[in-house]
């Protein structure tokens, strides 16, 4: 390509501070270093997480930043020692790793690949160090994506490539939250075939595990949420009961066990709020991207939706372009979205 090896000028959504809005600035991506890749991002959608960042940051640690880490997008450049990549590749870019040495990927118990942990969660910039620049100050990548930019460089260890068929502004979503929800539900929480599962949360993440659910044969599914809107998605992915715990003047587990004649067998938290889990006498697990190993897993998820057998398309309520990046995020923030999509490059 053209651009190859050249710094890239284009569009990104700039948080250049908590709680203010994202601002389109122009951008030098620069090229991508050894077992780099760069990617054009044809489309991001937006996760609850983005918003904890940019609402509830204490400092200012972590900005300037370009936020997106639910994106897809085609190889435009590779960098040396890439042989899993060539420009033309449909991919999508993982916040987590799978670097296939560590003990942890060796391992098939766990998703934790070493990798991960090192440099980012300490400043939030991309492993090893971010590749954007704006008016020659250093932009991070949150959690070493970025999508919310035009262009993104990443380390191959945190990119899946997949299927040539594969409609990017659809399987953006498989990027994070959707595979969260349902591996919490297959791989981590395990849900066997009869059960009985509540999930706390009818975001994307929570309907996905309500998916997860149902795809593993639960018999029974609590749809919990305090906003009631969200109960007629649930339905779509396999819900089966539907509570909002507001209605009730006892907290919501007495309810639960009330109607399942003493409790669920797996109960799924997808809110984010630690108040919902109840822990006495259970087995209480946390997930990171439901668990699943990236670079293996998004591709099969991928044809697993290509094949009909997970839904995608529901999850998707609003398509907008980048440059209505802040009512994507007011929709979201105030409970009128599932998952809007963003075209990002034109
Ligand atoms: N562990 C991971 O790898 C991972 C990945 C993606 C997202 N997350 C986290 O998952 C959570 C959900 O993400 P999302 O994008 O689906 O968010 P979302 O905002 O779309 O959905 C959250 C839902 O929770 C509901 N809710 C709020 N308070 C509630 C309460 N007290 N009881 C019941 N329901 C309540 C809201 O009405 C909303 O429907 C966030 O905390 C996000 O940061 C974790
Ligand atoms: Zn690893
Ligand atoms: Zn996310």
Not at 24 to 50: D, F, M, N, W, Y
Not at 91 to 101: A, H, K, N, R, T
Request: charge should be neutral.
């Amino acid at each position: 390509m053209a651009t190859a090896g050249k710094v890239i000028k284009c569009r990104a959504a700039i948080a250049w501070e908590p709680n203010a809005p994202l601002v389109i600035e122009e951008i030098e991506v620069a090229p991508p270093q050894e077992g780099e890749i760069r990617i054009k991002i044809v489309a991001s959608s937006l996760c609850h997480t983005e918003l904890y960042h940019l609402f509830e940051a204490k400092d200012k640690q972590g900005f300037p930043t370009v936020l997106g880490h639910e994106g897809a997008g085609v190889v435009e450049s590779v960098g040396p020692g890439v042989t899993d990549f060539k420009p033309g590749d449909k991919v999508i870019p993982l916040s987590v790793s799978q670097c296939g040495e560590c003990r942890f990927c060796k391992c098939p118990k766990t998703n934790q690949c070493d990798r991960n942990w090192i440099n980012k969660y300490v400043d939030f910039m991309s492993y090893p160090t971010t590749r954007f620049t704006c008016r020659g100050q250093p932009i991070l990548q949150f959690t070493s994506t970025g999508t919310f930019s035009e262009y993104i460089v990443m380390n191959q260890i945190s990119v899946a490539k997949i299927h040539d068929d594969a409609p990017l502004d659809r399987v953006c979503l498989l990027g994070c939250g959707v595979a969260t929800g349902y591996g919490a539900a297959v791989n981590t929480a395990g849900v066997t075939p009869g059960s009985v599962c509540a999930v706390f949360g009818l975001g994307a993440v929570g309907l996905a595990a309500v998916m997860g659910c149902k795809n593993a044969g639960a018999s029974r599914i609590f749809a919990v949420d305090i906003n009631e809107q969200k109960f007629e998605k649930a339905k779509v992915f396999g819900a089966t009961d539907f509570l909002n715990p507001k209605a009730y003047n006892k907290p919501i587990s007495e309810v639960l066990a009330e109607m399942t004649n003493g409790g669920v067998d797996f109960s799924l938290e997808c809110v984010g709020n630690p108040e919902v889990m109840l822990i006495s006498g259970k087995t209480w697990k946390g997930t990171l991207l439901g668990g699943f190993k990236v670079k293996d897993s998004i591709p099969k998820l991928v044809q697993d939706y290509m094949a009909g057998k997970i839904k995608v398309d529901e999850f998707i309520t609003h398509k907008m372009d980048l440059e209505e990046i802040n009512d994507a995020i007011n929709l979201m923030k105030t409970g009128q979205c599932i998952r809007c999509i963003l075209n990002i490059s034109k």
